[in-house]
């Protein structure tokens, strides 16, 4: 029997890292990437990167976690040669080949200032596509990361044959369950605190594969049992109440720093936040969210989708609106909400009816 809280837990994430990009394209707190505030902090708060706060902490390590809960349930139905075909097909094709067939206009606004600036000239047009494609990763850099975990599960699972340790990761409490949340400190200890910018430690801290592991084995030997799913929907409500206190702390406490710094990650409080706002939304979906309906089922096949293409819609049309006019910055995030919201969902079912685009972009043989 199909559990719809996944589903339903999943695309509402997904449309939240759509918002949390609208956001963070203008945000001014020194998190890299995107365009740039409308004046420094603290003379101009942006009080609206709140979101960035709240967000970042959890909605990834939810995905991880989702994402190793459905390995789990795939893997008992079919052969691990098969599972892993499709989820080569699924997240590697759209993460390498995708790149230039679309992500390459990504790039293009990704390098819009160093164009500019004339940073590519005398630069020959293969070369330039080639950096535009690489430049255009983004949002891509998931899924990349998600298939290399994949292709490690398949090396645990094969030291857990009997599914042993899985039957023993089964009887966890719920004290036991809060604890885990020990291994989510731990894995942002493994960032590079003072990254080199010669070297691959950027890449490092923004792909954190040993923390995103650890969020996907968490949800493929923990959260696939039926019995701690059921300990977290009985304690969604005070573990929903204790995520809040912890999230207005946090924002209280460290608005202002570079949320996606490694000393700000691995602090104890954005930790803890991340943890039991993980645990509340998988208690309270399963208590409140575990059915589907039209539009449900439509968001279910299409999220995956939405978060492929969205990015375009945020830099193409957020650096021209930023750079190109005098918009009031209300208008600018009001615009900018409205279209990702609604050029996305187009974009996606213009490009998934396309074939060859279809397969190269989505990883999909054909259109849902």
Not at 128 to 138: D, K, P, T
Not at 268 to 295: E, I, S, V
Not at 319 to 338: A, C, D, E, G, N
Request: charged fraction near 15%; aromatic fraction near 18%; include cysteine.
């Amino acid at each position: 029997m199909r559990k719809h809280w996944i589903d339903n837990l999943r695309w509402v994430t997904v449309l939240l890292v759509l918002f949390y990009h609208v956001i963070y394209f203008y945000n001014n707190k020194g998190v890299f990437g995107g365009i740039g505030g409308f004046g420094e902090y603290p003379a101009h708060p942006q009080y609206q990167d709140v979101v960035m706060y709240l967000l970042y902490p959890w909605f990834m390590p939810l995905l991880f976690l989702l994402a190793g809960v459905s390995a789990r349930y795939a893997l008992q139905t079919r052969s691990a040669k098969e599972w892993f075909r499709a989820r080569t097909r699924k997240l590697l094709v759209p993460g390498t080949l995708g790149l230039f067939v679309f992500h390459w206009m990504v790039g293009y606004f990704n390098t819009a200032v160093a164009q500019r600036m004339g940073v590519f000239d005398g630069v020959p047009a293969v070369a330039r596509y080639f950096i535009l494609a690489f430049s255009g990763i983004g949002p891509l850099w998931f899924i990349q990361l998600l298939w290399l975990l994949c292709l490690v599960l398949l090396g645990v699972r094969a030291l857990d044959k009997k599914d042993r340790f899985w039957n023993w990761c089964g009887k966890a409490g719920l004290v036991a369950i809060i604890l885990l949340g020990v291994l989510f400190l731990l894995g942002e200890h493994t960032l590079v605190r003072e990254p080199r910018a010669e070297s691959a430690d950027g890449l490092w801290n923004l792909y954190k594969p040993v923390f995103y592991l650890i969020s996907f084995l968490l949800g493929y030997f923990v959260f696939s049992h039926d019995a701690v799913q059921e300990k977290l929907k009985d304690a969604w409500i005070p573990l929903l109440v204790c995520a809040g206190i912890a999230g207005v702390a946090l924002v209280v406490t460290t608005f202002g720093q570079d949320n996606t710094s490694p000393q700000y990650m691995a602090a104890p409080l954005n930790c803890l936040y991340g943890w039991l706002a993980c645990l509340a939304l998988m208690g309270w979906f399963q208590a409140k969210f575990d059915r589907t309906g039209r539009f449900a089922g439509y968001m279910t096949r299409s999220s995956y989708g939405l978060y492929i293409v969205h990015y375009l819609v945020v830099a193409a049309l957020g650096y021209m609106m930023k750079t190109y006019t005098q918009l009031p910055p209300w208008s600018m995030y009001l615009i900018l909400t409205v279209a990702v919201f609604t050029l996305s969902p187009l974009l996606y079912e213009v490009l998934r009816r396309i074939p060859v685009v279809r397969w190269c972009v989505f990883g999909e043989k054909k259109a849902k």
